[in-house]
């Protein structure tokens, strides 16, 4: 808006407008990526991702396929992570349990964050009755901790994969709606969000043009933490018996069966699923604390 | 927790099924069906069915259980000092390893407990706790074959049995919260390491242990003591899926149980238990920062 006054030098005018055009997502990833945990977080996700879709389709076994002969066979060149009581190739079915959690993490993160961000910058920018109201609703669904929630909305929707998601997605919006209200407290008393108002903006625009875009890295280092959150907790429902049903290979359920075999011989059960989930949970956090770091203007260095 | 309470009664209606079809039998008539819903007091309007079953919550009496034909109270109260022993010892074994370490490390920040203290935490970011619990259970309880794999034995039946029996399962509760604690504690200690009182202290002489027991802890577990509050809520639901992992009855096997068996006087029974308990940890933690830091109560 500024760069529109004549008096303004052109070089300047050009430079704005240059910076308009990175959006501010944009600005965060290219910072994240300059961070070196922000790479290792990046590079092991691509991989996990590229792996759960590569290894699959590429395998010569099916997930469900019982090969002759082969009962809990430590692993080999033919089975890197070894076969199951079925005679089952676990390398494909941690890979594709991998593929559920990722879908189910990222699934929830998509159904929690707009839901509970639209509740917190509506409660954040109103303030009043609307706040009271949507605050209040908030806070009932937080005396539901942690996987509680998850518990309730599964034994009303069933157990499955795609509940689940929705279960983890309806559990992640109060911690999103109470950071967005927070962030949108903040933003709310600038000036420049003033100026808008002032120039008859609506409160759509307002809240969505204007104010947003700077309430987003802590919602951004939210959604990383979440989505850990959610592979976890998507790992102990299925690990209760609470998720998908045992064709379908999940971590926790790969877990769930290999409890029934800990016997000191079988040690590739347990530990190639744990190692496949801590790869993603690491590199989560590591994400999360690279877009902290990105995002502090505080930090020197950058 | 009155909201609360609504929602547990209202969520538990909302799930597919009628338990009085079920219970009745498949070829039951409808006046069958009628009278098995009385008695399972499902009867009567949605708004009637809540007042009854929050008046008769209050007085210790949460209806019988669908499932088992037992009273609700009964199981819970068997439940209860299982999962209560197991969540004191996890809380415990949380505060006695992830204080310490914390303080360490906050006190000399790059040495050998600060170096620790962040390889600790990432392995609990990475590891769950119910994978920990797997982990210990496969390499202490069978690899090492030390203490016994699943069960529980009450402590005052055997208290040197039980212990056996407490030791794997409270190390899979108590770890992450550690780990958070830790990292608390360290960013608290060094925050007030750098504070003008510490410096004074330090300048007219008193010993290091000193400065550190008087001036540094008091003043660094401030801030902790709310966090480790919050914290009860998701320490007693890890507590819950540990519970499962170890085989030890308690909360976390009857939970499940009453969910996929759509047992809804205890689901809705636990619940209210759990959310109780969680509320009341909050204000405690509210109540607990007003006395640690008498700055709060002019407010």
Not at chain 2, 7 to 21: C, K, M, Q, S
Not at chain 2, 191 to 203: I, L, P, S
Not at chain 2, 286 to 292: C, E, K, R, S
């Amino acid at each position: 808006m500024a760069a529109s006054g004549p008096a303004f030098p052109r070089t300047m005018r050009q430079r704005i407008q240059e910076r308009r055009k990175r959006s501010q997502l944009f600005d965060v990833s290219y910072r994240v990526l300059r961070e070196r945990r922000g790479q290792i977080a990046v590079t092991i996700i691509v991989l996990l991702i590229v792996s759960a879709f590569l290894v699959p389709a590429v395998s010569e076994f099916d997930f469900k396929q019982q090969i002759r002969d082969e009962r809990l066979k430590a692993p080999t060149w033919t089975h890197p992570f070894g076969t199951d009581e079925l005679s089952r190739d676990l390398l494909v079915r941690t890979t594709m349990g991998l593929r559920v959690s990722l879908w189910v993490s990222g699934l929830a993160v998509a159904i929690g964050a707009p839901i509970g961000i639209a509740i917190g910058y509506a409660a954040g920018y109103f303030g009043g009755w609307t706040e009271a109201v949507l605050m209040r609703l908030i806070d009932t669904m937080l005396a539901f901790p942690g996987i509680l929630t998850a518990i309730i909305v599964l034994s009303v929707l069933g157990t499955g994969t795609r509940e689940v998601a929705l279960a983890l997605g309806i559990g992640a919006i109060p911690v999103f709606a109470r950071l967005a209200r927070g962030q949108m407290l903040q933003e709310k008393e600038r000036d420049y969000v003033m100026a808008a108002r002032a120039l008859g903006a609506s409160p759509l625009r307002v809240v969505l043009r204007h104010a947003a875009p700077n309430t987003l890295p802590p919602l951004l280092v939210q959604a990383a933490l979440v989505m850990a959150f959610a592979v976890i907790a998507e790992a102990t429902l299925n690990f209760l018996g609470l998720g998908a049903s045992p064709p379908t290979p999940t971590i926790g359920i790969l877990l769930a069966e290999g409890r029934r075999w800990l016997t000191s011989e079988v040690w590739w059960y347990l530990v190639f699923p744990t190692g496949m989930l801590s790869l993603i949970l690491i590199s989560l956090n590591f994400l999360a604390d690279a877009i902290v770091e990105a995002t502090n203007p505080y930090s020197i260095n950058r | 927790m009155l909201l609360a309470s609504i929602t547990i009664f209202l969520v538990i209606r909302l799930i597919p099924g009628d338990p009085a079809v079920q219970r009745a039998g498949e070829d039951a008539t409808p006046e069958q069906v009628e009278e098995t819903r009385r008695q399972l007091g499902l009867g009567g309007s949605l708004h009637e069915q809540y007042f009854d079953w929050l008046a008769n919550a209050l007085q210790g009496d949460f209806g019988r259980s669908f499932t088992r034909t037992l009273p609700v109270s009964d199981l819970l109260k068997q439940a209860v000092v299982p999962t209560l022993e197991l969540a004191v010892a996890g809380y415990l074994f949380a505060l006695i390893v992830g204080v310490p370490l914390g303080l360490f490390a906050g006190l000399r920040p790059g040495g050998p407990a600060d170096y620790f203290a962040t390889l600790f935490t990432i392995g609990t970011l990475g590891i769950p706790n119910f994978i920990l619990g797997l982990l210990l259970l496969w390499i202490v309880g069978v690899q090492l074959d030390w203490v016994p794999v699943s069960g529980r034995v009450g402590v005052g039946e055997d208290p040197i049995g039980a212990m056996k029996f407490l030791v794997l399962p409270t190390i899979a509760v108590g770890s992450s919260l550690a780990a958070v604690l830790a990292r608390f504690v360290r960013a608290s200690v060094q925050e007030v390491m750098n504070q003008d009182y510490v410096r004074t202290a330090r300048a007219k002489g008193l010993h290091d242990r000193q400065v550190v027991l008087r001036h540094v802890l008091r003043n660094a577990l401030i801030p902790v003591i709310t966090v480790a509050a919050l914290q009860v809520g998701g320490l007693i639901s890890g507590a819950l899926v540990i519970e499962i992992v170890f085989s030890r009855p308690g909360f976390g096997g009857l939970i499940v149980g009453a969910v996929t068996g759509r047992d809804f006087p205890l689901v809705q029974a636990m619940l209210l238990v759990l959310v109780v308990v969680f509320i009341t940890a909050n204000t405690l933690a509210d109540i607990l920062y007003g006395f640690a830091d008498p700055r709060i109560r002019v407010h």
